[in-house]
């Protein structure tokens, strides 16, 4: 049938269209349908000793879910995806794939808390020798490659505060001293950030973030490149894990509308940051895609757009006025995580958690998503906020 997909030559745009779907398999309906299943039967008892079928149990895969991996492998273009229940889950497998005690690992200081957390609490129990270092390090990195050095995690742009990290920089040292390299890509999107061109070995999406899109589903994915996929594998089957058929189906749905949400969200997000920046209130924009902003060049040099989550610095008032510009906001809503159709603003505060680098602000830091309202709204929305944070310092 014309729309199965047979992986190859087209646009980004048509692949999304098509990517992980089969109609000739499923009696020509257009998508892959959620299996739900444990047991797989084997034809006979040589066959169950070959293990020469598609599918063996619904642990290591289901259609639905080896669908999504194909999917997601030939957009980031790397060799194979591992799914796992959670964003968090995929970079704390990717970071135990590669950990055993007395090894070293680099880890950006800048990275998504929870990865932090996990490297304190678990990595370090394993005997790992944990290392952060600045993001903005680049080339400098190879000063900090070990003979014992396990893996290099990035994270660009870093969460919350935005560092633009020079990965092809980072990836040619680190391949010269024969150590991975792992990026959480979340924000850059296998549509934004080529992670495997720019030279990583492995790609970590948080799918609940864009590619579910719609805030209904945690989904994780790791893409790997020949090299590492063996490690990863490994830890992936010895630990378990499996993916949601539900979660996966809702993850394919958000692949065929990605290309035009990103492209929205990336415009809206960069014309209120822009707006953002003219206001009275605001300090400082951390939005790479903005002119002028920190990591601007580096954004303009690696990546092919933009997601719509950014971070503002007021200039400095009280927390109280803060809370009440919050509360008076109507639109934006307060909440965790990212990606979704709507638009969020959470308060933050980077500085406690670094080691390697100070992160210092004089105001306090909102970080922003912008959803696919209208950008007159959402505007409107922030000042009323403004006038909120105006009469508490009045
Ligand atoms: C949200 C997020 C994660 C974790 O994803 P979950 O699906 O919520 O576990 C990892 N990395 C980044 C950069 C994120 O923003």
New binding site residues.
Partial sequence: MGSDDEGGGFEVETALTRLGRKPSAYSGFVNTPVFRGSTVLFPDAETLESREVEYTYGRPSTPTTRALETALATLEGGAKTFLTP???SA?STALLAFAEAGGHMLIADSV?Y?TRRFASRVLKRMGVEVEYYDPLTGAGIAGLLRPGTKLVLT?SPG?QTFEVQDIPAICKAARGAGVPVAI?N??GTPLYFPAFEHGVNISIQ?C??YIVGHADA?L?AIVCDEASAAAVGSAHEAYGLTANGEDCFLALRGLRTLAVRLARHWQSGLEIAAWLASRPEVAQVLHPALPGAPGHELWKRDFKGAAGLFSIVLKPCPKQAVQRMLNALEIFGMGY?WGGFESLIVPFDAGPARTATVWKAEGRALRLHIGLEDVGDLKRDLERGFAALAEARA
């Fill in positions: 959670s964003g968090l970079v998504y929870p994270e969460s959480d979340t924000w948080s609940t973030k945690l994780g995580s």
